[in-house]
């Protein structure tokens, strides 16, 4: 079983929609987690960092579920600038190596 | 703003060559990490550094070497390039968990 694992899709999608992607990691005394957005030929860059209580940023909302093991995004009112792949990150050992395991990515595909 | 900077966004190189990749980081952050990044294998770590002078292998190091003289520049060398090092390869550098990425270099060697 992979260390962090994505549903590479693509999730196409018309504009408006809501979509999620979840992600799941094997560690289960990982205890940091981030999502991030990476357009075409561009790099990773940050979305959000998700909290225990979960975090919303306007129509991005992730949350965590330690029990199952896994780190959800919601995307609300999908717009076509919404169009990129979405990585999964999870940290690995202690927090000071700032060592981190991504997940192959989603891809969203907004259509008009 | 925290700002990571790859020499080169694009690089052609030949089969034995040595290869030199820059990154510099303008944020004082002691961990620095290399990546490629090819399609379907997503980010696999190549080395990563805590602090200067100090390096780590992660998991594809075969190939790669690292320099780290000073803490902003994190250097990444192939020692002698071959065509299945082609691929974008991405710096990256840390602070309170959080990993910065520079631009990338698409390395291609011929």
């Known amino acids: 079983r992979k260390e962090v694992e994505q549903d590479p899709g693509p999730f196409n999608v018309p504009e408006g929609a809501t979509v999620a992607f979840n992600c799941t990691y094997s560690?289960?005394?990982?205890?940091?987690f981030f999502w991030y957005r990476q357009d075409c030929r561009k790099e990773p860059k940050l979305l959000m960092s998700?909290?225990?209580s979960g975090n919303e940023d306007g129509r991005f909302t992730a949350q965590l579920n330690r029990a199952s093991q896994y780190i959800s995004l919601l995307i609300r009112d999908s717009k076509l600038s919404d169009s990129a792949t979405y990585l999964c990150?999870?940290?690995?050992?202690?927090?000071?190596?700032?060592?981190?395991?991504f997940g192959q990515g989603t891809t969203l595909q907004v259509k008009p | 703003d925290v700002k990571v900077t790859q020499s080169s966004r694009y690089l052609v190189k030949r089969t034995g060559e040595k290869v030199f990749l820059e990154c510099v980081q303008d944020?004082?952050?002691?961990?620095m990490f290399w990546y490629r990044q090819d399609p379907g294998l997503g980010l696999r770590l190549i080395y990563f550094?805590?602090?200067?002078?100090?390096?780590e292998k992660g998991d594809i190091p075969e190939g790669y070497s690292v320099s780290r003289e000073k803490k902003e520049r994190f250097s990444l060398i192939l020692e002698s390039a071959s065509t299945n090092q082609t691929s974008m390869y991405l710096c990256?550098?840390?602070?309170?968990?959080?990993?910065?990425f520079g631009a990338g270099t698409r390395l291609s060697v011929l």
């Open positions: 990256a550098s840390s602070w309170a968990g959080i990993q910065y």
């Open positions: 560690n289960s005394a990982s205890q940091s």
């Open positions: 998700v909290y225990s």
């Open positions: 990150a999870v940290n690995v050992g202690s927090s000071n190596t700032g060592k981190l395991i």
């Open positions: 944020m004082d952050h002691e961990n």
């Open positions: 550094s805590y602090d200067v002078k100090m390096k």
